[in-house]
């Protein structure tokens, strides 16, 4: 009876703590997109391409030592599309800092700003004008 406890509490302890290491870890990952643009950075732009069905940006974190790519959040309101990106060096670990995404706009697009939780900032208008 002894020996079945003890092999049980062995058995055990890996299991809890892979349990835990992978819900810190996918919480880091994605936990962050329930805080909206409160959790978003900024980032390099290379391109901005529009079109009717959606908006394909290419960029990459602005850091000296680039984090990894983890995602962005998108919201589209009276054809402004507002975008945040979020980097991660350790949640990030497995991805490169370069992104290459394509928003899927409902609508014309006019204007496309990143939006951060400390500011927000022009990068296309259908005029032409960038920021």
């Given at each position: 009876?002894?020996?079945?406890?003890?092999?049980?509490?062995?058995?055990?302890?890996?299991?809890?703590?892979?349990?835990?290491?992978?819900?810190?870890?996918?919480?880091?990952?994605?936990?962050?997109?329930?805080?909206?643009?409160?959790?978003?950075?900024?980032?390099?732009?290379?391109?901005?391409?529009?079109?009717?069905?959606?908006?394909?940006?290419?960029?990459?974190?602005p850091s000296l030592v680039p984090d990894g790519f983890l995602g962005y959040h998108a919201e589209e309101t009276n054809g402004i599309l507002y975008v945040g990106f979020?980097?991660?060096?350790?949640?990030?670990?497995?991805?490169?800092?370069?992104?290459?995404?394509?928003?899927?706009?409902?609508?014309?697009?006019?204007?496309?700003?990143?939006?951060?939780?400390?500011?927000?900032?022009?990068?296309?208008?259908?005029?032409?004008?960038?920021?």
């Amino acid at each position: 009876m002894r020996k079945r406890t003890l092999f049980l509490k062995i058995l055990l302890v890996p299991i809890v703590l892979a349990a835990v290491l992978l819900i810190v870890f996918f919480t880091g990952r994605y936990g962050w997109k329930m805080f909206g643009f409160h959790a978003c950075e900024s980032a390099d732009i290379e391109s901005v391409e529009v079109t009717a069905d959606g908006v394909r940006i290419t960029g990459c974190d602005p850091s000296l030592v680039p984090d990894g790519f983890l995602g962005y959040h998108a919201e589209e309101t009276n054809g402004i599309l507002y975008v945040g990106f979020r980097f991660s060096g350790l949640f990030g670990m497995f991805e490169t800092g370069r992104f290459d995404i394509t928003v899927p706009t409902d609508s014309g697009i006019r204007e496309v700003y990143i939006k951060t939780s400390r500011d927000e900032y022009l990068i296309w208008s259908i005029d032409g004008i960038s920021g």
